[in-house]
């Protein structure tokens, strides 16, 4: 059995082919494609977070509207780059969402990833300081907002305040139980994926990898999955961490699915450039069920990880891409002992 979601960008275009062509549109069907998604069973909302793009931006106000609108998904981030965040006020703001979706959170973060404008994080007022880069201001981001997350007080109180408080240090409110173990890294890298394990992290893993050793995609996201859970074990955390792989799965069941994705059937790994460092690139799966079930059941990574995260081309609109959820649910997920 695997946690089953699907992964957006929320891309919008003024294109008259898209049929989210503006911010709203992109906000408000991807509400409704996550109530159509947990009337068909699937597990989990997530969404991609950008700045400065036709994307979607600002996670929590959307967050915390599927919250109230569902009522068992897992909704979540595909993540949320803490370059660009205040980790107090992001903590008042995943608290809240956590709190109105009754603890559905599941918070993907990571350091980011290139963006469409130069340092944008420095826009938001954030810089690194005393020798530091980019990267490790996200993680120290990261680290504030986990300790923060633990709900221990920690801001000295006014001994005149206009309410009247608790006795000791203040923490930041609201405070969700629970929320600091759904909390997930974006993990690009075997070593990255080994230092989410040690700081107590979920690892989320999607369909880049910044390093390639020759291997197909899949091995080596499934080592990276490996070595994530060796690590963890070595930390000697108490609970049971979780894995999630993004995969592009497009069932062709019909004739409008052959029009979209029918030319996928050959694709393949590829390898890039990303940061100006080598990155490896899965490949999309698109087929009859029955090819898609004897491809996937090779895929080694996803036989590893405990969460599926289906991308979808959420500009196709709301109908038919609850339609490719629903074709996995039922066509090929009951086949591979996922349902």
Not at 216 to 244: C, M, N, T, Y
Not at 323 to 338: K, T
Request: hydrophobic share 40%.
């Amino acid at each position: 059995m695997k946690h089953i979601g699907f992964l957006s960008f929320g891309h919008w275009s003024p294109s008259p082919h898209s049929q989210a062509r503006s911010a709203s549109d992109a906000l408000l069907q991807s509400i409704e494609l996550a109530v159509a998604a947990e009337e068909l069973g699937a597990d989990g909302a997530y969404f991609r977070v950008h700045h400065f793009a036709n994307q979607l931006s600002s996670p929590f106000p959307l967050l915390a509207a599927i919250g109230a609108r569902t009522s068992r998904i897992e909704i979540g981030t595909g993540v949320i780059d803490m370059r660009y965040e205040n980790p107090l006020y992001m903590a008042e703001d995943a608290g809240s969402a956590d709190l109105i979706s009754g603890g559905r959170l599941q918070l993907g973060i990571s350091r980011g990833s290139p963006e469409q404008v130069i340092d944008g994080y420095r826009y938001f007022g954030y810089v690194p300081t005393g020798g530091a880069d980019h990267a490790d201001m996200a993680r120290e981001h990261t680290r504030v907002f986990l300790e923060v997350l633990k709900g221990e007080g920690f801001a000295r109180p006014n001994p005149r305040p206009m309410f009247a408080n608790p006795p000791g240090l203040l923490r930041v409110e609201p405070h969700s139980d629970g929320l600091r173990e759904r909390i997930w890294w974006g993990a690009g890298s075997r070593k990255t994926a080994e230092w989410t394990a040690e700081q107590g992290m979920n690892l989320m893993s999607s369909t880049l990898l910044t390093e390639d050793t020759g291997v197909p995609f899949h091995q080596l996201q499934a080592e990276q999955i490996e070595r994530f859970h060796k690590a963890w074990a070595d930390a000697g955390h108490a609970r049971e961490p979780r894995v999630s792989v993004s995969r592009s799965i497009f069932p062709i069941v019909n004739d409008l699915d052959r029009a979209y994705f029918g030319r996928e059937g050959n694709s393949q790994d590829q390898v890039g450039s990303i940061d100006g460092g080598t990155a490896r690139f899965g490949k999309t799966y698109a087929g009859e069920p029955e090819q898609l079930i004897e491809q996937l059941a090779q895929d080694e990574a996803i036989a590893a990880a405990d969460t599926l995260l289906l991308t979808i081309p959420n500009q196709l609109g709301v109908d038919y891409c609850a339609h490719v959820l629903g074709s996995v649910l039922s066509d090929v997920a009951p086949e591979l002992g996922w349902r």
